[in-house]
């Protein structure tokens, strides 16, 4: 799995998301993440400008190996991001950046590969349940998308990650009002993906097919505008919001248990949902999550995370994945 002839550390990671680029530094093997960086991806012309600022700012040599996790499929050398206008060559990043070893994956491949790590303190658990050694684990996470991936483990103990585009399935409603909030997205949208709800700017859809429905004005609001308004102001297109979001992650969550036989459990990373966990674990997710028919035995012992670390976990994805050859660029 490993070239042995590379020496790749010193390491720069990164975990690019549509919104925010973070970046950190592992100067040796088992050295944890140093000089921990975050930007906006608007402040920067591409993702090797912003690594080049990157090591300028925090007077860091030429790394011998560069892992990034970003939010986009990784289908070849061409990487052009869903929700932000960056693009480039991984080969051409290499070259100009004239680093030896280069990974580039997608963000929740990189969150699937920290799944091993996480520890205790970065996981907020919902519902009961409990993780079954060596089965499946899953994990999805909004943020300015919705991420999907799926970590497995094979009888050797080699582990391998499931990656896919699972944010973009066909959203579906499990009672009346989530039907009819799905017909006010359809009206917009056309495809009305699981992303169009659960993300950041699916929280701000939500809240205006709530409003319509409601006869309500719709205002211009902000994913943290409908988090502060429905807490602090008990705006009710806010709150039912709110409740549809956890209701529609839950079930999108059981899906994808049923779909990767997750015994090993369900993680949800992403920037949304911490930020939401007095509701999360006030609201109905965990009962949508289980609400599967005859196969709700079948998930009630499956233990659902909230993952919610201090550093981001896809980073520590990211130096995992330069040490599996088949993700990498090298000489």
């Known amino acids: 799995m490993n070239n042995s002839s590379i020496d790749s550390y010193p390491r720069v990671v990164g975990d690019v998301g549509g919104t925010n680029a973070r970046f950190a530094w592992q100067e040796h093997a088992g ?13 920067h012309e591409s993702l090797r400008d912003a690594l080049a600022h990157y090591l300028k700012e925090h007077a860091k040599p030429s790394p011998a190996a560069c892992g990034i996790g970003i939010a986009t499929p990784i289908t070849g ?6 929700n932000h206008d960056w693009s480039f060559s991984i080969r051409e990043l290499r070259s100009q950046l004239g680093i030896p070893r280069v990974a580039v994956i997608n963000d929740f491949t990189a969150l699937a590969l920290s799944l091993p790590l996480l520890q205790p303190a970065d996981l907020k658990q919902i519902g009961g349940g409990k993780s079954i050694a060596g089965e499946p684990l899953a994990v999805l ?55 169009r709800a659960l993300s950041g700017p699916g929280l701000v859809n939500l809240y205006q097919a709530c409003a319509t429905l409601s006869h309500r004005t719709v205002n211009m609001l902000s994913p943290s505008d409908v988090i502060f308004r429905a807490r602090t102001e008990g705006d009710a297109s806010c709150q039912e919001a709110i409740d549809l979001f956890c209701r529609f992650l839950g079930g999108v ?18 920037g949304i949902a911490p930020r939401l966990l007095p ?9 949508r999550f289980e609400e599967k028919g005859k196969f709700k035995d079948y998930l009630q012992p499956i233990p659902t995370f909230v993952i ?20 990498c660029i090298f000489d």
């Open 308 to 327: 919610d670390p201090v550093n981001s976990p896809a980073l520590t994805g990211a130096s995992r994945a330069l040490d599996i050859d088949r993700f």
């Open 253 to 270: 969550a059981g899906n994808l248990a049923l779909t990767l036989g997750a015994r090993g459990g369900v993680f949800v990373g992403g």
């Open 31 to 43: 050295a944890p993440l140093s000089d921990m960086a975050l930007y906006l991806c608007t402040a």
């Open 77 to 82: 050398d061409h990487v052009k991001m869903t």
């Open 141 to 195: 996470g909004a943020g300015t998308g919705l991420g999907v991936s799926g970590l497995m483990t094979a009888v050797d103990g080699a582990q391998a990650v499931v990656s896919g585009e699972g944010g973009h399935a066909t959203l579906a409603a499990n009672d009346d009002q989530e039907a009819a909030v799905i017909a006010v997205m359809r009206s917009r949208f056309g495809h009305v993906s699981a992303e």
């Open 279 to 287: 509701e999360l674990n006030a609201s109905r997710f965990r009962e």
